[in-house]
T-cell receptor, first 113, second 112 residues
Framework: GENVEQHPSTLSVQEGDSAVIKCTYSDSASNYFPWYKQELGKGPQLIIDIRSNVGEKKDQRIAVTLNKTAKHFSLHITETQPEDSAVYFCAASIGGSQGNLIFGKGTKLSVKP | DGGITQSPKYLFRKEGQNVTLSCEQNLNHDAMYWYRQDPGQGLRLIYYSQIVNDFQKGDIAEGYSVSREKKESFPLTVTSAQKNPTAFYLC???????????FGPGTRLTVL
């Protein structure tokens, strides 16, 4: 079946450093790639997403890049802050429907002050 | 205040009992979803509904049932047939099947 691989599973950085999380997907028809942030005991929150007709998207300190040929996409967080500490999930649409998502297993990001 | 609500936040049940988890949204979204989350795992889709009175099985529907009698409500029943029901359950909704999903706060179910 289709799957999404996410790496690393844990990531620890110093405050102010950058953090990069990478995902690869298997469904060549995937065209929508959201990233979610989940704080302990809460539901995931959408932080940024990208569609297949775009190679990069940026929102303040957060950016996502997509390489459709290689079937991988990455989340970049610059100038990390302690409040960025959370679990981050990538996801990819199955086929052309954004409503049908398959998720990576998550990356626990720790930002040390 | 618009959003997705799930209740209760924590739920305890004895083995062999059915239990129903509530999910309500006042966002006027057509599509609603139920996911299960286990420690160290990604979210896995249980059921989804694109419109009232319609729903489809996700990847792990066995042992679960849903109904969608109202647009704003999508309750999930965890039946005694579910072999390992202890997990964190997340409900989500989207304007329609082709838009981004927004998640509720989750219900942590523990079966004793």
């Amino acid at each position: 079946g289709e799957n999404v691989e996410q790496h690393p599973s844990t990531l620890s950085v110093q405050e102010g450093d950058s953090a990069v999380i990478k995902c690869t997907y298997s469904d060549s028809a995937s065209n929508y790639f959201p990233w979610y942030k989940q704080e302990l005991g809460k539901g995931p929150q959408l932080i940024i997403d990208i569609r297949s007709n775009v190679g990069e998207k940026k929102d303040q300190r957060i950016a996502v890049t997509l390489n459709k040929t290689a079937k991988h996409f990455s989340l970049h967080i610059t100038e990390t802050q302690p409040e960025d500490s959370a679990v981050y999930f990538c996801a990819a649409s199955i086929g052309g429907s954004q409503g049908n998502l398959i998720f990576g297993k998550g990356t626990k990001l720790s930002v040390k002050p | 205040d618009g959003g997705i609500t799930q209740s209760p936040k924590y739920l305890f049940r004895k083995e062999g009992q059915n239990v129903t988890l509530s999910c309500e949204q006042n966002l006027n979204h057509d599509a609603m979803y139920w996911y299960r989350q286990d420690p160290g795992q990604g979210l896995r889709l249980i059921y989804y509904s694109q419109i009232v009175n319609d729903f489809q099985k996700g990847d792990i529907a066995e042992g679960y049932s849903v109904s969608r009698e109202k647009k704003e409500s999508f309750p999930l029943t965890v039946t005694s047939a579910q072999k390992n029901p202890t997990a964190f359950y997340l409900c989500a909704s989207s304007i329609n099947k082709d838009n981004e999903q927004f998640f509720g706060p989750g219900t942590r179910l523990t079966v004793l």
